[in-house]
């Protein structure tokens, strides 16, 4: 085990946070922490957003570096404007950070390999391999020789920086940086929680605690559902598996039966056309992909904190309220666009939803003349206030949206791709699927937007929402029953002065999400309709919904007390409505807790008992015990300087050990994973399929000399998988062409263009 690494990694995860506390507390100086508990998350931001632009001319450590000073000085500048700190804050953050990348590593040690099954860790192993190669951005793709990756890399590139400002191997480093990522996003949950816990009067530790619960442990209903139906007769537990649509196998068959896998693919799809892909942090992380949809959580709740900042912000404060809305919202939008494209919609519709919802109207940060003019049509009448409400709000994002594609502009107009949107899509979600999935977020969110109302609205409200329910389920889209009505009640409350706050504006974002997905979708090659739609913007829903259920249990009474008025009320000495109403609720929050924590229990002790060898951070430890024949050889590609082209077999079929010497090394290759259909198109890819193989098999020299020529080749590598898919497996004896290593597996060719077959 790399306990060196740990230590280093650990202390420069900390350190971070301390130096960009000052700047941190400067920029969020409206929370009620002053931003400690986002510190780390902004160190992160920070580095990521002055690496990428000083990486497109130059990017190894001095990037780093450069980065990090600016970080420093940046903190010194606010340190000398007397910026409040709270550093009993961070220390508590810095406690949250430690013990969940600690976790992780520990999880790690015990499931450390980058294999290719299961998930995208030959691409995202790939892609920081190539990063640390990397002379500038965009790097080189791996997997498409001589062109920049196609692909969003800005979580990859971070993480590139953290392993050279700390001198590791891109081997070690994918480990450590995944549980950097995982354990800031636990702290960012943490600290925006506990922010908007204490923001409404609550404990910000008890909100801060259930909001990173819910990213470091929760799961959705799957796994308790699951051992339910195992515990009750049989008769019962098929019924209970016909009413949430789970097959009564894994979990539900006995508690020896867990397997980690299914509790992420609970939304049936169709009759047979499989299901959605709904993964939740800890499956994630567990999973052990470092792949955008986990590393940009951490951004974007970066950017929900600058939201809440503004939201706090008073009407008189008008230079704060211009910052964070131009200059601090618009680069945490640019950052998610090249970190995790998808997410960057969600931050803006997030910003536009608090542009609208706020205390002070949007059109308060236009100049003043403009502002009175907007002030005149809103004192008209009620109408013409929400109408102009939201086109203010709505021009403030585009502009938001337009200042943040700027600040990323040569992402945009490089290595991004296009995508064209679907509407309609077939194989809407099921209701059962739906609640299984969301459960959980419901059970804390509709009592909390219904509390303070009578038991009569209370109760026509609910039947009106079970008719919705009905009536939409009846038509194909139940979720737009079952999320709709929450929606439109936290809209309403939002604007008639209910007693809520920012959590529900996170409420709204999230509800408006989740009915989206069933009529929008993004057309693209990751999968069928819109199941990548459904997968990319849950992990969103996941991360906005669990920081507003945080600041919802911010303020229920402590555990203990609760259990005893609950004990009081259920032997019919009860005291005051509001107080039982408390004691209930602490009491089923605990039991929703302990019910989703369940699949962590099983999935850490199912890793940690099931490996036999000692714990290490080497991804690259599993290659000699399971693929000893490629090892050494593998070992030799890596240990090349640059990014020289190699040529190997193409992997048109993925998620199978093929391409592995360029994906465990970042040393591209002509012709990698068929990934590469949906960045560049199919014809682009199998035109370099048919050279690749062209390569491999012709037996005219001219026809070789002049494909390598062309590809600028310089290693044709001849393993295992070469020698099965082509007869000719012997090159030495070209010209031009040598035997640069050889064992008894592999072969691998150098080839000097200057002798080649002319």
Known sequence: ????????????????????????????????????????????????????????????????????????????????????????????????????????????????????????????????????????????????????????????????????????????????ALAGYYAAFVTAAWGIGGAMGAGRGGSYGRGGAVAAFFVALASNLSP?????????????????????????????????????????????????????????????????????????????????????????????????????????????????LVVNTWSAPALVGITWLTLLFAPTPPWRLLPTRVAARFDRVADAGILRQESARIAVATVLAGVIAALGAISVAPFLLGPATGRSIGLFPESPSRLAGLLVVHGGFLAITVPYLGRGHSRDRLAIVGLLAIAAIGVTSALGVPAVGLFGPVLLGAWYLLRTGGDVNFETVLVVGVMGLLVLVEFVYVIEQAGPGRLNTVFKVYAQVWALWTVAVGAMTAGLPPIKPSVRRFGRTLRGRTGRDTETAGSVATVLLVVLLVSTSIYAGFAIATTVGGQSGSPTLDAHAYIEADHPHEAAAIEWVGDRSGQPTMVSAPGESIYEWVNAPSSMTGVPTVAGWSHEIGYRGGEAYRSRVRDVDAIFETSDQRTRANLLDRYDVTYMYVGPVERERYERHSYGDEPGISVAYEDEWVTIYRVDESELTA
Request: net charge negative.
């Open 224 to 336: 308790p559902i699951r051992l339910l139906v195992w515990a009750l007769p049989t008769t019962l537990g098929d019924r209970l598996a016909d009413l949430a649509s789970i097959d009564v196998k894994w979990l539900a068959t006995g508690p020896s039966n867990f397997h980690y896998w299914f509790a992420s693919r609970v939304m049936e799809r169709g009759a047979s056309d499989g299901t959605f892909i709904t993964e939740f942090p800890f499956f994630a992380f567990l999973n052990g992909d470092l792949h955008g949809h986990m590393m940009s959580p951490v951004f974007l709740l970066l950017g929900v904190g600058l939201a809440y900042a503004y939201w706090r912000t008073t009407e008189e404060d008008a230079f704060r309220r211009a910052g964070l809305v131009f200059l601090a919202i618009p680069p945490v939008v640019g950052l998610l």
């Open 1 to 176: 085990m790399e306990y060196g690494l740990v230590v280093v990694w650990l202390g420069l995860f900390l350190a971070l946070g301390a130096v960009a506390l000052p700047a941190g507390s400067a920029v969020f100086a409206t929370l009620p922490d002053r931003g400690a508990g986002l510190a780390i998350p902004f160190a992160f931001a920070w580095l990521a957003f002055v690496g990428y632009w000083i990486g497109q001319a130059t990017f190894g450590p001095e990037t780093a570096i450069a980065a990090l000073v600016s970080l420093v000085v940046g903190s010194g500048l606010a340190m000398r404007h007397g910026v409040e700190v709270h550093w009993r804050r961070y220390r508590d953050a810095a406690l949250v950070f430690t013990l969940a990348f600690l976790l992780l590593v520990g999880i790690r040690a015990y499931d450390p390999a980058v294999h290719p099954v299961g998930g995208e860790k030959f691409l995202d192993f790939g892609l920081l391999a190539s990063l640390l190669r990397a002379g500038s951005l965009p790097p080189e793709d791996m997997w498409f020789a001589n062109e920049p990756v196609q692909y969003y890399y800005g979580g990859h590139m971070l993480a590139a920086m953290f392993a050279q400002l700390t001198d590791t191997a891109a081997k070690y480093a994918y480990n450590l």
